[in-house]
């Protein structure tokens, strides 16, 4: 008489075959383990990108797929250097007006909420030192649009413009003393590539 059920080594309980994984160990070619109990036993491999925030298991900090950590300690290192970062990142939205120094007669007019994270970027991509003409607070990124708008004329790609006359008019109106604030509390090494020039160098430039 073929064997109809086997109980199962976790829970003890007498169950169907189809209760059971196929397995090619045993002679019955089914798992010596229930389905409910593999399910129950096995470990959650993707619990972090499954947890939910509100999840008991679940912390703020583990959720969304942080990383997997050797120590307590260099979790506590990790997280102090995310909250670091989101300071530095969070301190409002600005238009950034930049050139390059071999080329500034082409401007850049771009929103950020991190100018100093934007123009590593910047450097990252480019063997030429930048210039920072202005930073401007703005209250969302739909200043930037509407600037781009108003100097559409002028665009060469992107949001890159042609500093005709008004541009530098309205770049020079601008205070400075934003995007010397901002420079100030770039590192050392940025610092000798990132430069806010004077308006009387920067009409020297364009000449």
């Not at 120590?71 to 909250?83: L, T, V």
């Not at 991190?114 to 990252?124: C, G, Y």
Request: glycine fraction near 4%; charged fraction near 25%; include cysteine.
């Amino acid at each position: 008489m073929p064997l109809l059920g086997k109980r199962c080594s976790k829970c003890n309980a007498l169950k169907g075959l189809h209760h059971f994984h196929n397995s090619i160990k045993n002679q019955d070619s089914k798992g010596n383990t229930c389905k409910s109990c593999v399910r129950d036993f096995r470990p959650n491999k993707r619990k972090n990108s499954l947890a939910k925030p509100d999840h008991p298991s679940c912390s703020a900090k583990n959720f969304a797929g942080s990383p997997a950590f050797k120590s307590k300690k260099a979790e506590e290192a990790y997280w102090r250097e995310k909250e670091r970062q989101n300071k530095n990142t969070n301190k409002g939205s600005f238009v950034y007006y930049c050139a390059w120094a071999d080329r500034p007669n082409a401007v850049k007019i771009g929103f950020t909420t991190n100018v100093l994270e934007r123009m590593k970027a910047f450097l990252t991509g480019s063997p030429s030192d930048l210039w920072l003409l202005a930073v401007q607070p703005v209250n969302g990124f739909e200043e930037e649009y509407a600037l781009h708008n108003r100097f559409e004329e002028y665009k060469i790609r992107g949001e890159w413009f042609h500093l005709k006359a008004d541009l530098f008019s309205y770049i020079a109106s601008l205070d400075q003393t934003v995007a010397i604030e901002q420079f100030r509390e770039f590192p050392e090494h940025y610092q000798s590539s990132i430069y806010v020039p004077s308006l009387s160098s920067f009409i020297e430039a364009n000449l």
